[in-house]
T-cell receptor
Framework: GENVEQHPSTLSVQEGDSAVIKCTYS??????FPWYKQELGKRPQLIID?????GEKKDQRIAVTLNKTAKHFSLHITETQPEDSAVYFC????????????FGKGTSLLVTP | DSGVTQTPKHLITATGQRVTLRCSPR?????VYWYQQSLDQGLQFLIQ???????AKGNILERFSAQQFPDLHSELNLSSLELGDSALYFC???????????????FGPGTRLLVL
């Protein structure tokens, strides 16, 4: 089955700096890669996603890049703000399991003022 | 608010007991997914239903079962509960129309289960 590895597990940056979170996946047939943000005690919320026919996607301060050959994708947050502090999860759609998602273990991002 | 609702918000029960978690998907969404989130295992896919039929199974224990009803709401039944079943249980819904290859999953607020 699909295996998604996510790094780092914790990340601390100063306000205004950039943050990068990286994920790798094992199933070359995976074709959809969403990123979710989860604040403490809350539900995961989709912040950006990318399809396998696209190499990069940007939405204001957030961007995601996908390298299908290397089977990795990354989340980039620029000009970080304290409210960006949360746990971020990457995921890959399981190609042989309906449309279910296989999640990475999460990255706890702390943005300090 | 994602439009996905889950009840109850919190559930405290004892080992060996059985509980039922309920999920109502967003209006029009045909697919419901159940995920378990624990501290050491992260978010794990349990099971998916599409328009009343089981579509995919993940790491769901035999003590757990689910179903989706004609009105598209879903229930996750957990029986013979163990301490290790304590976790946040999320359901998510999506609208996989024919011809699409992927679709956004919207998560509900979760049910926090504590087994004592």
């Amino acid at each position: 089955g699909e295996n998604v590895e996510q790094h780092p597990s914790t990340l601390s940056v100063q306000e205004g700096d950039s943050a990068v979170i990286k994920c790798t996946y094992s199933d070359s047939a995976s074709n959809y890669f969403p990123w979710y943000k989860q604040e403490l005690g809350k539900r995961p919320q989709l912040i950006i996603d990318i399809r396998s026919n696209v190499g990069e996607k940007k939405d204001q301060r957030i961007a995601v890049t996908l390298n299908k050959t290397a089977k990795h994708f990354s989340l980039h947050i620029t000009e970080t703000q304290p409210e960006d502090s949360a746990v971020y999860f990457c995921a890959a759609r399981l190609s042989n399991s309906g449309y279910a998602l296989n999640f990475g273990k999460g990255t706890s991002l702390l943005v300090t003022p | 608010d994602s439009g996905v609702t889950q009840t109850p918000k919190h559930l405290i029960t004892a080992t060996g007991q059985r509980v039922t978690l309920r999920c109502s998907p967003r209006s029009g969404d045909l697919s419901v997914y159940w995920y378990q989130q624990s501290l050491d295992q992260g978010l794990q896919f349990l099971i998916q239903y599409y328009n009343g039929e089981e579509r995919a199974k993940g790491n769901i224990l035999e003590r757990f079962s689910a179903q989706q009803f004609p009105d598209l709401h879903s229930e996750l039944n957990l029986s013979s509960l163990e301490l290790g079943d304590s976790a946040l249980y999320f359901c998510a819904s999506s609208d996989p129309r024919a011809g699409t290859i992927q679709e956004t999953q919207y998560f509900g607020p979760g049910t926090r289960l504590l087994v004592l």
